[in-house]
T-cell receptor
Framework: GAVVSQHPSRVICKSGTSVKIECRSLDFQATTMFWYRQFPKQSLMLMATSNEGSKATYEQGVEKDKFLINHASLTLSTLTVTSAHPEDSSFYIC?????????????????FGEGSRLTVL | AQKVTQAQTEISVVEKEDVTLDCVYETRDTTYYLFWYKQPPSGELVFLIRRNSFDEQNEISGRYSWNFQKSTSSFNFTITASQVVDSAVYFCALSTGANSKLTFGKGITLSVRP
């Protein structure tokens, strides 16, 4: 079964509203989670690294005020798309490494959530 | 900087054919991990394999096999006797250093026709 769960899987909203997407690790603690964005028929682009207990680290070109990330607990990270516009419509997917503090050398695998498809009208 | 190149964009085969998906990577790190993920139409990413840079042994898992060649910086994926259910987008990805951030290739859309 899934070890990383995202909610909602699909959301449609009006332009100007804010949308929150949750990413949960189900049977393990994740001090680090990653948020990716995927446009139709394109690859996944890393948006930011979510760190429990500290600020998220954003990739170059990603607006931190637009995409608010909160790593509230060891099993939950949220991505809030603020004042969404049609160009924010995309597939957002989170991932978490199981075991260790995000260091692949002592983790098993990197698990991905089911993804959340955002459509902004 | 690291980079993953999947030169093939779309491949179409008839069921039962073998198909190889190519992946070439670039990194200056000596320690790195390579991954293959499958993304079916439903959208979720399905983990297929992880290989570290110190293990060049090829791997076979059922109809799937992977050929890791450091000399050519390639990590190719072969599906033997393809099935319709193999139709999906396949991503090759690379991670280096002390983090789990992945750099993805652009993906290959595989269509297996009955």
């Amino acid at each position: 079964g899934a070890v990383v769960s995202q909610h909602p899987s699909r959301v449609i909203c009006k332009s100007g509203t804010s949308v929150k997407i949750e990413c949960r690790s189900l049977d393990f603690q994740a001090t680090t989670m990653f948020w990716y964005r995927q446009f139709p028929k394109q690859s996944l682009m890393l948006m930011a690294t979510s760190n429990e207990g500290s600020k998220a680290t954003y990739e170059q070109g990603v607006e931190k005020d637009k995409f608010l990330i909160n790593h509230a607990s060891l099993t939950l990270s949220t991505l809030t798309v603020t004042s969404a516009h049609p160009e924010d419509s995309s597939f957002y997917i989170c991932s978490a490494p199981r075991g260790g503090r995000g260091h692949l050398l002592n983790t098993g695998e990197l698990f991905f959530g089911e993804g959340s498809r955002l459509t902004v009208l | 900087a690291q980079k993953v190149t999947q030169a093939q964009t779309e491949i179409s085969v008839v069921e039962k054919e073998d198909v190889t998906l190519d992946c070439v990577y670039e990194t200056r790190d000596t320690t790195y991990y390579l991954f293959w993920y499958k993304q079916p139409p439903s959208g979720e990413l399905v983990f297929l394999i992880r290989r570290n840079s110190f293990d060049e042994q090829n791997e076979i898992s059922g109809r799937y096999s992977w050929n890791f060649q450091k000399s050519t910086s390639s990590f190719n994926f072969t599906i033997t006797a393809s099935q319709v259910v193999d139709s999906a987008v396949y991503f090759c990805a690379l991670s280096t250093g002390a983090n789990s951030k992945l750099t993805f290739g652009k993906g290959i859309t595989l269509s297996v026709r009955p």
